[in-house]
């Protein structure tokens, strides 16, 4: 059985989330694993 994926949602940054989009769009592959880590940064800058 295959667990539904929680949402979450919470305010990043406009210029945040243009260097992520930037970084997606060049690297293109995995864009699940960029977005964890970059959330992970994210939250990390935050506290």
């Known amino acids: 059985m ?3 994926i929680r949402q979450i ?3 990043i940054p ?4 243009e260097e992520f ?3 997606a769009v060049r690297d293109g592959k995995n864009k699940t694993k960029l977005l964890i880590e970059f959330i992970e ?3 990390e800058k935050k506290k």
């Open 14 to 17: 406009k210029e945040l989330w």
């Open 21 to 23: 989009t930037i970084k």
């Open 41 to 43: 940064k994210y939250l």
């Open 2 to 4: 295959v667990k539904p």
């Open 9 to 11: 949602t919470f305010r």
